[in-house]
């Protein structure tokens, strides 16, 4: 998963640990800062470019998918997440403001009030957050 072009060392811990719950799982990630980041290159990953709705379909279901660009519900996005999730799959969503409140934010409403989804805010410091949500 992602090097860290933007994304914290408190994130990546977050990944790593949920990763490490899914041995032989298959993890992707959108919005990937480095083509060549330092952990594609100790998992042998695939990195794809372009549009995630184009190019990870194909390759799902998925056991984690961080999603961490391009996330919007333009283009039925947050329907066809859920659709690349493995049961038991993680969604993690990260730069989330903390303790925001779930009404008006589309993030939150969604990731919280989807039915097929169970989902937690996580602090990752005191100022910011990531939302992991499992797929039932
Ligand atoms: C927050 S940055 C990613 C940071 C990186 N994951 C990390 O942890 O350092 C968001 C990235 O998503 C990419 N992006 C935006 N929309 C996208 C889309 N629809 N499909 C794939 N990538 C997208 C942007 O080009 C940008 O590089």
């Not at 998918?65 to 993680?90: M, Q």
Request: hydrophobic share 40%.
């Amino acid at each position: 998963m992602t090097d860290g072009g933007s994304s914290i060392p408190e994130v990546h811990a977050l990944l790593a640990t949920l990763v490490a719950s899914k041995p032989a799982g298959r993890f992707a990630e959108t919005g990937t800062a480095r083509w060549q980041c330092r952990s594609c290159q100790v998992l042998r990953a695939e990195v794809v470019h372009g549009h995630w709705l184009d190019v990870l379909p194909q390759r799902a279901p998925f056991d984690l998918l961080f999603a961490d660009g391009g996330l919007r519900d333009t283009e039925g996005g947050f329907e066809r997440s859920i659709s690349l999730l493995a049961p038991g799959g993680f969604l993690v969503k990260d730069d989330m403001s903390p303790r925001r409140p779930i009404d008006g934010d589309e993030i939150r409403e969604w990731l919280f009030r989807e039915p097929r989804l169970i989902a937690t805010e996580v602090l990752t410091t005191p100022s910011t957050a990531a939302i992991v949500a499992v797929r039932r």
